[in-house]
């Protein structure tokens, strides 16, 4: 009887740390999700930026706008992420963790930078910065101290409360993560085109380090993002704006009739002028 009993409570034992163990591992693999999710629209959002050269708007909630004036259209997450008949990205992730704040985005005023949020489930993660009494500080579309991952642009530091400033403000920044997915050292900076990349990130996303030297791409090879802005080296075609052996080159202006804005990189095709958010004769803007 002793025996049973002894042999009961080892299987107890072993049975609550069986438990503790794959719920530890449920949240961590729930936060690597939530960083690959984040990534995920960093991607979209710098596709975004290499379209319009600046970054859409954020709304009060830290949803996504993108358009204008009658045009203007909020992207709820987990809708698709589009603007102009131009995907960006086919469904926006979601936070799927009942009692969890929905992902957030916030950008500055000019549009030249974003910081994208998250809470985890693992505060033990290296990338969950919290405070010295082990509290999430980051605000975001109206959620006060409730994330602790951030996901920036590399021209851009966060503060304790989430706050965007410039690189070299001033401000030290905390624990985020770069497009390329490495935490910030307590001193950052980047480098310009033309200066040496080896040791700091290209301030300009559409630039690549070459040689050890910030450059903007000649022409866009294979498998990479195209637009009118950004050609295909020779041989590929602009196709789904992605550069590949087939496909219709798009043009570099937009003809009679298109729509236009006074945001898009594109102009209308020479003697038309936007009038009504269509290139067509006469005056327009």
Known sequence: MVELLV?????????VIAVSQFRTAKKKANDVARKGDLSSVSKALQMYYADYKKFPAASSQGEIIVGSGVNTKTIKWGEEFIDQGYIYMKTMP???TKGFPEYCYKTDEERKSFALFAKMENIEDKQCFLNEQKEMTYDCGGNTDSYCLAY?????????DGNLSPIGSGIIPTMVIQPTASPLPTTYQCAADGESCTKWPCCNIQSNCVGGICQQPACVPAG???????KCCDGLNCKNSQCSS?????????PLGGYCDTFSSKKCCDGLNCTNNRCGGGSGV
């Open 152 to 160: 920036v642009s590399p021209n851009v530091v966060v503060d304790d």
């Open 94 to 96: 979601k936070e799927n």
């Open 7 to 15: 042999v009961v409570a080892i299987m107890g034992v072993l049975t």
């Open 224 to 230: 990479a993002y195209c637009d009118a802005s950004l």
């Open 246 to 254: 087939g496909g219709i080159e798009l043009p570099t202006c937009i």
